[in-house]
């Protein structure tokens, strides 16, 4: 590789493949700057394909740049923080953009994506306040985290049916967006997504989105309505979290799970249906809200607490406080009457009860919450019933002297670091196949600092 300034810009030349790079140099660049198609160096002719990452990163006094048809890709922050730049085009032998590219070009108002580009990466309008709009072509595939971040002035937007997520914080801040069509193809909205998005009124959730994520919808104080489909099975912490104005919503049959804080301070929220779908909602789901009669309330039985379903007359295992060393978890209890069935340990429930050395979970359980267990460091023994169908992370991260542990085979879901730090743990069995066993494996890191070497499965052993 040889790096040469030629004619006021810096390349990065490859002498293999005949190819130049644009790279930043000492001192930046100013003004205009027409990039060339080739460049010559020593009587040898190279292509220019690529605009390096952070080439022009920090050029505040940059106004114009001439992207040739050559380059077809622009690297991570290569134009960040150019505050004077205010129109770019770029060509159509570009297919990606990378990381916060144009982040923080605060005097760009408009720009042209080609329908060469399908990749666009984190961030990469992330600042640029006075953007209006844009055009995203039918080629793009993925559009990055914070792809829109803090972009106070865009109006509208409309994404085409190649994108198939609204990842975290695409549109966190936009405070000025009052209208956003999301097409079909996308399956999920991530977290904080319009978080602030405070001029949105109205929003529909296509028929393909299966999980509205956490915080997604915080802060947008003017949304007044929102259509919830079919698909969406979990309503994501926070997610319509000081949605003030939100004075109806329906929540459809599929959805079996509504997150902590999920419609907190909805307080146009006069009244809402829970559909019997629905086996958990999280801690302050609807609190300060003004409906006239709360779809979840919270008991205390002796040393356990439990937050009742009162539409389907179950019940969430929330918290327990005490020291005893065995705990017997009831199937079912009984609250003015009626009869609630205990159906899942939500997070946290019993996290550092270091007096804890064994608890027995009802055959009603079918879940275990994150951290359900953290650091119950005496817990020795513990039998998950044959209905369990998700632990959950960290569940019991920190249970140094579990030593063995025998998961049946209807789980279907075991998240990462479950068993962190079970220091004693040598003995891990699953009523299952080989086969299921590495189904229901999501992250590789379930068993960090567990001596257990092999997993015993139904067919045969899976090492660790």
């Not at 072509?137 to 985290?145: N, Y």
């Not at 809402?272 to 409906?291: K, M, Q, R």
């Not at 670091?417 to 299921?436: E, M, Y």
């Amino acid at each position: 590789m040889i790096e040469e300034i030629i004619n006021g810009i810096n390349y990065r030349l490859n002498e293999e493949t005949l190819t130049a790079e644009v790279i930043d140099k000492s001192g930046g660049y100013e003004g205009a700057i027409v990039i060339p198609e080739t460049v010559v160096f020593n009587d040898v002719t190279y292509r220019v394909t690529t605009i390096g990452e952070w080439a022009f990163c920090g050029c505040q006094s940059l106004t114009i740049i001439i992207i040739p048809n050559s380059v077809k890709s622009i690297g991570e922050r290569a134009f960040e923080g150019c505050k004077s730049l205010s129109f770019i085009t770029i060509p159509n032998s570009v297919t990606s953009i990378e990381a916060w590219a144009f982040a923080d070009c605060r005097s760009l108002t408009s720009i042209a994506i080609p329908d060469s580009v399908t990749s666009i990466g984190g961030g990469t309008f992330s600042g640029c306040s006075k953007l209006t709009g844009i055009a995203i072509p039918d080629s793009v595939t993925v559009l990055g985290g914070g792809v829109f971040f803090d972009c106070t002035s865009l109006i509208s937007i409309t994404l085409p049916n190649s994108v198939k997520s609204i990842r975290d914080m695409a549109f966190y801040d936009c405070r000025s967006l009052t209208s956003i069509t999301i097409p079909n193809s996308v399956k999920s909205i991530g977290e904080r997504a319009f978080e602030g998005c405070k001029s949105l009124t109205t929003i529909t959730i296509p028929n393909s989105v299966k999980m509205i994520g956490d915080y997604a919808f915080i802060d947008c104080s003017s949304l007044t309505a929102i259509t919830i489909p079919d698909s969406v099975t979990i309503i994501g912490e926070g997610a319509f979290y000081r949605c003030s104005s939100l004075a109806s919503i329906a929540i459809p049959n599929s959805v079996i799970t509504i997150g902590n804080a999920a419609f907190f301070t909805c307080s146009s929220l006069t009244s809402i249906t829970i559909p019997d779908s629905v086996t958990s909602i999280g801690e302050g789901a609807f609190d300060y809200c003004n409906l006239k009669q709360n779809p979840i309330q919270e008991i205390k039985i002796d040393e356990l607490t439990y937050r009742l379903l009162m539409h389907n007359h179950l019940a969430m295992v929330v918290c327990y406080v005490g020291d005893s060393e065995t705990i017997d978890i009831p199937s079912k209890i009984t609250y003015e009457g009626v009869a609630y069935r205990i159906i899942s340990i939500d997070s946290v429930a019993f996290s550092h009860c270091e007096s804890l050395k064994e608890i027995n979970i009802p055959n009603s359980i079918t879940s275990i919450g994150y951290s359900a267990f953290y650091r119950c460091e005496s817990l020795e023994n513990i039998i998950i019933p044959d209905h369990v169908t998700d632990i959950e992370y960290e569940a019991f991260s920190g249970c140094k002297s579990l030593k063995a542990i025998t998961i049946p085979v209807s789980v279907t879901k075991l998240e990462y670091d479950a068993f962190n730090g079970c220091k004693s743990l040598s003995t891990i069995t699953f009523q299952g196949t080989i086969a299921q066993w590495e189904e229901i494996i999501l992250q590789d890191d379930w068993n960090n600092e567990v001596p257990a070497k092999v997993v015993h499965c139904t067919d045969g052993d899976v090492e660790i």
